[in-house]
C-alpha cells in the first residue's frame, strides 16, 4: 500500500505559477512511476506528467515547457512547478502511483484544486 498526500493548489492568475507537492509513504520501495493526472469539471481524467524510477519523464502536449515534474528521493515527494498557467489548467490535480509487484496497482492521493483566473 501507498498513500500520497498532495499540497499546493490554489488560486492564480493567467501566467502565473504554482508548486504542487506529493509526499509518499507507506511501500515507498514499491513504486515504480509517480506522476499527476487531473480532471476539469465535466471532463474525464487526464494524465498530465509521469517520471519513473530512472527519472524519465512524460508531458501532455498541452503543458509541455510550462510545467516540470521533479522528484526528491530523500523526501519521497513527487513536485509539479507549473508556470504560465492558463485558465484550461484549472482542474482538480492528482497524485497518481504505480506501485507493487508481480503486478502493479495504481495508487491516488486526494486531490487538490488548481483554479487560474483569466
Known amino acids: 500500500q501507498v498513500q500520497l498526500v498532495e499540497s499546493g493548489g490554489g488560486l492564480v492568475q493567467a501566467g502565473g505559477s504554482l508548486r504542487l507537492s506529493c509526499a509518499a509513504s507507506?511501500?515507498?520501495?514499491?513504486?515504480?512511476?509517480m506522476g499527476w493526472y487531473r480532471q476539469a469539471p465535466g471532463k474525464q481524467r487526464e494524465v498530465v506528467t509521469t517520471?519513473?524510477?530512472?527519472?524519465?519523464?512524460n508531458y501532455m502536449h498541452s503543458v509541455k515547457g510550462r510545467f516540470t515534474i521533479s522528484r526528491d528521493n530523500a523526501k519521497n515527494t513527487v513536485y509539479l512547478q507549473m508556470d504560465s498557467l492558463k485558465p484550461e489548467d484549472t482542474a482538480v490535480y492528482y497524485c497518481?502511483?504505480?506501485?507493487?509487484?508481480?503486478?502493479?496497482?495504481?495508487?491516488w492521493g486526494q486531490g487538490t484544486q488548481v483554479t487560474v483566473s483569466s
Open positions: 497518481y502511483s504505480l506501485a507493487g509487484t508481480p503486478t502493479p496497482s495504481a495508487y
Open positions: 517520471i519513473t524510477n530512472s527519472g524519465s519523464t
Open positions: 507507506g511501500s515507498i520501495f514499491s513504486i515504480h512511476v
